[in-house]
């Protein structure tokens, strides 16, 4: 299995260039930590529960809960797949339980994607992006608008703002990417495992750039 990390701030378009990506591709999976938290929060799952008051405030959610939901999913994938791995690992101690979750089923990282995104760019972003609950498919009111406002194009359900996506939670938000999870831009470029990308400009022009430097 070939894991490829989609790192950036949040509202940099990971989970957008994700979509784009794994839509023609069926061998490409994407895995994205918040869906997978959102979702666990929906279900009122022991773990959701826990979870969503961190999530709420913009705070990372213990290691723990997360390590576990995303390596499980990962366990249970075939071993020809390739994951695009969204919001996950988001400090250095979740890259080395990364480490051995895939040493344990022969999996690999084999590119480390920075989306780099002005500041500026990420809160404007972030104020008008509203998602789809059902399907998790994501828009924004004036860059990627739904063909009916208000309603998800793809499974007709109504759209909705994240809880997370107001001024002050977005504000914590960055605050700890900066500190926790840019960390790891380093932390693989030891590797040499990072290729760096341009995210501005239009959902297909940035995962166009994307799908070139995938291995
Ligand atoms: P964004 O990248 O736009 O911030 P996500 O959907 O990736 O949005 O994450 C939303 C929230 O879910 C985060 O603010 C955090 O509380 C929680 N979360 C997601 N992934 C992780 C992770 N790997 N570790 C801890 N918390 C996480
Ligand atoms: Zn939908």
Do not use: W
Request: hydrophobic residues 40%; glycine residues 12%.
């Amino acid at each position: 299995m070939k894991i490829v990390i989609l790192l950036g701030a949040p509202g940099s378009g990971k989970g957008t260039v994700a979509a784009r990506l794994t839509a023609g591709d069926a061998a490409l999976r994407h895995v994205s930590s918040g869906d997978l938290l959102r979702d666990a929060v929906r279900r009122r799952t022991s773990a959701g529960v826990e979870a969503e008051g961190y999530m709420k405030s913009g705070a990372l959610v213990p290691d723990k809960i997360i390590a576990q939901m995303v390596g499980d999913l990962i366990a249970g994938l075939d071993a020809g797949e390739t994951v695009l791995l969204d919001g996950f690992p988001r400090n250095t101690d979740q890259a080395a339980t990364l480490d051995v979750t895939l040493a344990g089923c022969g999996g690999e990282i084999s590119a480390v994607v920075q989306l780099e995104v002005p500041d500026e760019v990420i809160v404007e972003r972030i104020a008008g992006r509203r998602s789809c609950p059902k399907c998790g498919a994501g828009y924004h009111v004036s860059f990627l608008p739904p063909k009916q406002e208000g309603v998800c194009d793809a499974c007709g359900a109504e759209l909705v703002t994240r809880k997370d996506d107001n001024p002050e939670t977005v504000k914590n938000r960055l605050a700890v990417y900066r500190e926790q999870t840019f960390p790891l831009v380093a932390f693989y470029g030891a590797r040499d495992l990072v290729r760096k990308v341009d995210g501005l400009g239009y959902p297909d022009e940035v995962a166009e750039r994307v799908r070139k430097v995938l291995p």
